[in-house]
T-cell receptor, first 119, second 114 residues
Framework: AQKITQTQPGMFVQEKEAVTLDCTYDTSDQSYGLFWYKQPSSGEMIFLIYQGSYDEQNATEGRYSLNFQKARKSANLVISASQLGDSAMYFC????????????????FGQGTELSVKP | DAGVIQSPRHEVTEMGQEVTLRCKPI?????LFWYRQTMMRGLELLIYFNNNVPIDDSGMPEDRFSAKMPNASFSTLKIQPSEPRDSAVYFC????????????FGPGTRLTVL
């Protein structure tokens, strides 16, 4: 069964430092997508970054980068130069291959990691 | 551009009452998803639609839950009768064919069933 595991329920980081949030996934499929979302205390889900299983380069979006290690089935999120506004829940999600009942690219979410940035 | 719109933002009701949650997806998006978020179970996909047609409702917990999408700009999730264990945040999300397949989420509806 496809599954996303985020082993860190909570993390602390000092402002301006980098932090890595772990995500491992379990799938036997070759084609899939990996996403990270941020959920601040206000509750909305904000898309951060995407990595396709066939992408050779690690994805980057501003201060966010995704450390994709396919053989290890890990897709860790790296946030550089942490800011106070980065304090939030972070969710890793996987999109199984499209087709059949997953035509729309439904996402499977991990349990999340709560990141607190200290001034 | 307006994002995904959900109403109401908060709903408090008593057990046994009917609850209707509403969603307006981003204009032009072909897919609409309903999720439920709780502390115990995390984020769960309930149902999703493509071009107004339900594709996968395997996540709908039981017959008390129903969802409709009468047109491309409106969807409802109904719970009848509601129970305290339905208390959760319900998110609607939509996506289009362009992009990387990311879903855009609404602000959520926080439902409390007393």
């Amino acid at each position: 069964a496809q599954k996303i595991t985020q082993t860190q329920p909570g993390m602390f980081v000092q402002e301006k430092e980098a932090v890595t949030l772990d995500c491992t996934y379990d799938t036997s499929d070759q084609s899939y997508g990996l996403f990270w979302y941020k959920q601040p205390s206000s509750g909305e889900m904000i898309f951060l970054i995407y990595q396709g299983s066939y992408d050779e380069q690690n994805a980057t979006e501003g201060r966010y980068s995704l450390n994709f290690q396919k053989a290890r089935k890990s897709a860790n999120l790296v946030i550089s130069a942490s800011q106070l506004g980065d304090s939030a829940m972070y969710f890793c999600a996987m999109r199984p291959p499209r087709g059949g009942r997953n035509q729309g690219g439904k996402l499977i979410f991990g349990q999340g990691t709560e990141l607190s940035v200290k001034p | 551009d307006a994002g995904v719109i959900q109403s109401p933002r908060h709903e408090v009701t008593e057990m046994g009452q009917e609850v209707t949650l509403r969603c307006k997806p981003i204009s032009g998006h072909d897919y609409l998803f309903w999720y439920r978020q709780t502390m115990m179970r995390g984020l769960e996909l309930l149902i999703y639609f493509n071009n107004n047609v339900p594709i996968d409702d395997s996540g709908m917990p039981e017959d008390r839950f129903s969802a409709k999408m009468p047109n491309a700009s409106f969807s409802t999730l109904k719970i009848q009768p509601s129970e305290p264990r339905d208390s959760a945040v319900y998110f609607c999300a939509s996506r289009g064919l362009a992009g990387k397949g990311e879903q855009f989420f609404g602000p959520g509806t926080r439902l409390t069933v007393l």
